[in-house]
């Protein structure tokens, strides 16, 4: 069965400073994609970044980008120039099919 | 575009009531998902619903049932509210792309107590 482990219940981090998150995953199958969400105290959920697994390049957008091993089934997200904005709890989630996944969340602060 | 609604954002009911939470989407998107989200877990499938017309368990479907009412909507009906089933409640809804689920979009989330 597929599961999506993330090792780090809570992270913080100074503000300008970059962090990583981590994530892990389970899985015999060889195309799906990855995510990862933000969830503020909104609660709303917000997508940050995907991965198409079939894609070697490394996914970016703005200040968030992956390292996405597939061999290792590893997939980290990396948050450069950190702001006082990505303060909030990162779910990582693995999607094949009708089967989506979710990892416990990563609870991130940032310090002024 | 209002993306995914949810119906109502805050709900408080005593053991034994019924009620059912609302989902609409304004995407065109096909599939359409319940998820649950309690203290320190990830989300978690209830139902989903992978086209109109279709509608299947995911992880914990125990005490719930759905109605793929149309394409736009997706309801989730407690038949009998037990204090287990309190937590927060995801609408979601996805498009499909080369046989692969794209990006999951989400409801803004309804608050459910039972009491």
């Known amino acids: 069965a597929q599961t999506v482990t993330q090792s780090q219940p809570e992270m913080s981090v100074q503000e300008a400073e970059t962090v990583t998150l981590s994530c892990t995953y389970d899985?015999?199958?060889?195309?799906?994609?990855l995510f990862w969400y933000k969830q503020p105290p909104s609660r709303q959920m917000i997508l940050v970044i995907r991965?198409?697994?079939?894609?070697?390049q490394n996914a970016t957008e703005n200040r968030f980008s992956v390292n996405f091993q597939k061999a290792a089934k590893s997939f980290s997200l990396k948050i450069s120039d950190s702001q006082l904005g990505d303060a909030a709890m990162y779910f990582c989630?693995?999607?094949?099919?009708?089967?989506?996944?979710f990892g416990p969340g990563t609870s991130l602060s940032v310090i002024p | 575009n209002a993306g995914v609604t949810q119906t109502p954002k805050f709900q408080v009911l005593k053991t034994g009531q019924s009620m059912t939470l609302q989902c609409a989407q304004d995407?065109?998107?096909?599939?359409m998902y319940w998820y649950r989200q309690d203290p320190g877990m990830g989300l978690r499938l209830i139902y989903y619903s992978a086209s109109e017309g279709t509608t299947d368990k995911g992880e914990v479907p125990n005490g719930y049932n759905v109605s793929r009412l149309n394409k736009r909507e997706f309801s989730l009906r407690l038949e009998s509210a037990a204090p287990s089933q309190t937590s927060v409640y995801f609408c979601?809804?996805?498009?499909?792309?080369?046989?692969?689920?794209?990006?999951?979009?989400f409801g803004p989330g309804t608050r459910l107590l039972v009491l």
């Open positions: 989630a693995y999607c094949f099919a009708t089967k989506v996944i």
């Open positions: 995407m065109n998107h096909n599939s």
């Open positions: 899985t015999s199958e060889s195309d799906y994609y």
């Open positions: 991965q198409e697994a079939y894609k070697q």
């Open positions: 979601a809804s996805s498009e499909w792309a080369g046989g692969l689920q794209e990006t999951q979009y």
